[in-house]
């Protein structure tokens, strides 16, 4: 199979499993708030995001374990494989060690005495921050496994194990809605159980499929520095994303109350829904990115990540046009009573995403080289300045909603510094990008938002303006995907596919 045909089912596998896993999360999201209320949803998010907080540790492991594993096949060196897995799986325990001293002594201090709960909450938090310390082991210890997953493209595997935990959390709905214990506290034990068993699946597939995920005690020191020099400027890089959200999260928390964080949560799960549509592409490129780099195939390389660039934004940029313009009808429908502010941060995170989102295959990119120092001191120094300036803001008396636009600015900050580092480490063309990437996005937004836009403007109504906007949003944005922003041979492609698909069947 074709690196492109390969990628082309990878993709369509993680986009069945997307669409059916957020439908079941509109729905699960919908009823958990209507069933905890607006401040125990909040209070759960905003202490479950302490536990949150120790995530840079699994993403930094991950990347590291997809990398390597890739970058060995790449290099057709299949032997390499189980010594990768298992130092990944060593160092995934000492994590785990590390993540438990932590949480029981500083995170349990954080949540008893910084954080806004009110008091007749404070046992129900606690309870709930220990089920979110247990559940992220499970999850942590689950990543390698998914790692070779991934690298071996077997896409379709992960695609059915996060549909089995998207039913279980669909499941946990029905039974929070009939219990008759601490709503709260149960939320948090079922989920924990989830966890528990979406572990157990993927270790159960992987050591009956990989010969490689099988583990040994070794002390490859060679190995364990390169790895340990990997991973931990991959701390630093993924140690970000926890002062871009949850601890500038707290920070809301901390001026404004549970409220706020509730509505600030909601904006993240609209984000996290139509951000990981373009995530599925990204994750199903990454391998075949790293993979060509191994093999010293740069011009295909290349190739891969600017496609990837254009892709992962204009994959995004579908689901976020219509979402952009009809939130408020989008959020009274979903959640009936939406948290005050849930309208704007949720159109300013999406915003934050779609800008973010062309930077994907640029990271993978980066990872791939190995060299990754210049990258995630720079690019990770910059995203830092989120803290300092969202609390500069926050102190001056400004809006809630001006940390997620101080975000936006050093997202799009970033994006310029990403691309001159990896021009320092590659044959990356700055100029080419613009050209085959950037302005293709930016005539994209243009034409395809002017239609859609204007009737939502000048056309009053519910539901049928609704449905009126989003068919004009997603017919101009997918003509002016096809026909701007795909160059003539992915034109050609698609509509091939299209004509097989619909004509030749």
Not at 66 to 76: A, H, I, L, T, V
Not at 366 to 373: D, E, H, L, V
């Amino acid at each position: 199979m074709s690196s492109t045909s390969r990628i082309a089912k990878n993709t369509l596998a993680l986009y069945f499993r997307q669409i059916l896993i957020m439908l079941v999360s509109l729905y699960t999201v919908r009823v958990v708030l209507n069933t905890l209320g607006a401040e125990d949803y909040g209070i759960y998010n905003v202490v479950a995001g302490v536990v949150t907080m120790f995530g840079f540790l699994s993403g930094a492991m991950a990347t590291a374990s997809q990398r390597f594993f890739s970058f060995e096949m790449g290099r057709k060196n299949e032997n390499g494989l189980p010594h990768i897995f298992s130092v990944t799986l060593t160092i995934y325990a000492f994590l785990s060690a590390v993540i438990v001293i932590f949480a029981e002594t500083l995170g349990f201090w954080f949540v008893c005495n910084k954080l806004v709960i009110p008091l007749e909450r404070m046992t129900a938090a606690k309870w709930i921050y220990q089920c979110a310390v247990i559940s992220f082991l499970f999850t942590l210890m689950t990543t390698p496994y998914m790692s070779a997953i991934i690298a071996h493209e077997n896409m379709n595997v992960y695609a059915y194990v996060s549909i089995v935990e998207a039913v279980l959390k669909l499941a946990v709905v029905f039974v929070l809605k009939i219990a008759v214990a601490d709503k709260l506290v149960l939320y948090g034990m079922l989920l924990l159980l989830v966890a528990a068993i979406n572990t157990g699946l993927y270790r159960f597939y992987c050591k009956r499929h990989y010969k490689e995920c099988r583990f040994r005690l070794l002390l490859d020191k060679k190995l364990f520095s390169e790895m340990f020099s990997y991973v931990g400027w991959n701390l630093f890089g993924s140690s970000v994303g926890v002062f871009k959200n949850q601890i500038v999260n707290i920070l809301l928390n901390q001026f404004f109350g549970s409220l706020v964080n509730a509505a600030r949560a909601i904006a993240s799960q609209v984000s996290a829904a139509v951000t990981s549509f373009s995530q599925n592409f990204s994750t199903a490129i990454r391998p075949q990115i790293i993979k060509t780099y191994a093999a010293e195939e740069k011009e295909e390389c290349l190739s891969l990540t600017f496609r990837g660039c254009r892709m992962t934004f204009f994959l995004m940029y579908i689901f976020t046009l219509p979402l952009l313009l009809e939130m408020p009808f989008v959020l009274d429908v979903w959640l009936k009573n939406p948290p005050e502010n849930a309208v704007l941060f949720a159109r300013l995170v999406l915003i934050d995403a779609l800008v973010d989102s062309v930077s994907y295959p640029i990271m993978t990119l980066a990872q791939a080289t190995g060299k990754i120092k210049l990258y995630q001191s720079a690019v990770g120094g910059i995203l830092l300045m989120n803290l300092p300036a969202s609390y500069v803001c926050l102190k001056c008396g400004l809006p809630a909603y001006s940390v997620l636009v101080v975000a936006i600015c050093i997202t799009f900050i970033a994006f310029v510094v990403r691309l001159f580092i990896i021009k320092a480490l590659t044959d990356f063309s700055i100029r080419s990008f613009l050209m085959s990437v950037c302005l293709p996005i930016f005539a994209v937004a243009v034409l395809s938002a002017a239609a859609p836009a204007a009737a939502r403007y000048f056309i009053k109504g519910g539901v049928m303006n609704f449905i009126g906007v989003v068919f004009l949003s997603v017919t101009f944005a997918s003509a002016s995907i096809l026909f701007v922003g795909m160059d003539k041979s992915e034109r050609v492609s698609v509509l091939n596919m299209m004509r097989r698909r619909f004509f030749d069947a």
